[in-house]
């Protein structure tokens, strides 16, 4: 993985066509090895997740080209390899496991290297279903999927409301995931992670502790469906 991240952090200093043009046998080679690590990552969860067993790299890898019709950034490139590997492939609505390496320069996302489990995108009434099961279901959830979290992990809070739902009392143990708008628990890793030999077999025996995580959200999400 040191080939992919020294070309990430050169683009991230040369985020420009001309530049990306000049070097695109080394976005070539850096991508190759990535597609690599995300086939076998692919083979090691699928091991322990059988929804996810199936998928190809069009399922769940993305293009490094930036959408910047709507955004003030006009960079032309992103400046990760990003992965979601979950049941039915990265369009549909179910929670993953996503993975990331970024330059590895800065705080949080895009820049520190990532392992979330979950998903920001969920319809209003999986939200409403999600918020019943863990509020009915806390004693549960909290020992048998969250302990079953490597200690690692936190809760992303940073789309939060400010005020917990009325429907649900303020100061129950459960009283922030009521706030939630999206269910994801995230891990940050260093360089010394990402440029491990081993680093696929480390990627998934770290989301084999979410496995329990990723089955309570999608009971609602199948449902729902």
């Known amino acids: 993985?040191?080939?992919?991240?020294?070309?990430l952090r050169d683009l991230d200093a040369n985020n420009n066509k001309e530049w990306f043009t000049t070097n695109k046998e080394r976005?070539?080679?850096?991508?190759?090895?990535?597609?690599?690590?995300?086939?076998?990552?692919?083979?090691?969860?699928?091991?322990?997740?059988?929804?996810?067993?199936?998928?190809?790299?069009?399922?769940?890898?993305?293009?490094?080209?930036?959408?910047?019709?709507?955004?003030n950034d006009k960079t032309p490139?992103?400046?990760?390899?990003?992965?979601?590997?979950c049941k039915g492939g990265k369009k549909s609505m179910h929670a993953g496991?996503?993975?990331?390496v970024g330059t590895g320069t800065g705080e949080g996302y895009p820049h520190q290297h990532m392992l979330a489990a979950g998903n920001y995108c969920y319809d209003k009434r999986t939200v409403q279903m999600l918020?019943?099961?863990?509020?009915?279901?806390?004693?549960?959830?909290?020992?048998?999927?969250?302990?079953?979290?490597?200690?690692?992990?936190f809760v992303d809070m940073s789309d939060a409301l400010k005020?917990?739902?009325?429907?649900?009392?303020?100061?129950?143990?459960?009283?922030?995931?009521?706030?939630?708008?999206s269910y994801c628990l995230v891990q940050y890793?260093?360089?010394?992670?990402?440029?491990?030999?081993?680093?696929?077999?480390?990627?998934?025996?770290?989301?084999?502790t979410t496995h329990p995580f990723i089955d309570f959200i999608n009971r609602a999400v199948d449902f729902e469906e």
Request: glycine letters at 4%; charged letters at 30%; one cysteine or more.
């Open 27 to 71: 976005y070539q080679e850096a991508q190759e090895k990535w597609n690599n690590f995300c086939l076998q990552l692919i083979n090691e969860v699928g091991k322990y997740d059988p929804t996810v067993a199936g998928l190809t790299l069009r399922d769940c890898t993305y293009r490094i080209y930036r959408d910047t019709r709507f955004s």
């Open 97 to 100: 496991y996503y993975f990331h």
């Open 189 to 208: 890793v260093d360089d010394k992670f990402i440029t491990s030999p081993d680093l696929a077999q480390r990627v998934a025996e770290l989301f084999r």
């Open 163 to 181: 005020k917990v739902p009325k429907d649900y009392p303020a100061d129950a143990p459960y009283a922030d995931w009521m706030r939630l708008k």
């Open 77 to 85: 490139y992103k400046t990760h390899f990003g992965v979601f590997l």
């Open 1 to 7: 993985m040191e080939t992919v991240l020294k070309f």
């Open 131 to 153: 918020r019943e099961d863990i509020s009915f279901e806390w004693e549960t959830f909290n020992k048998e999927v969250l302990g079953a979290a490597d200690k690692r992990f």
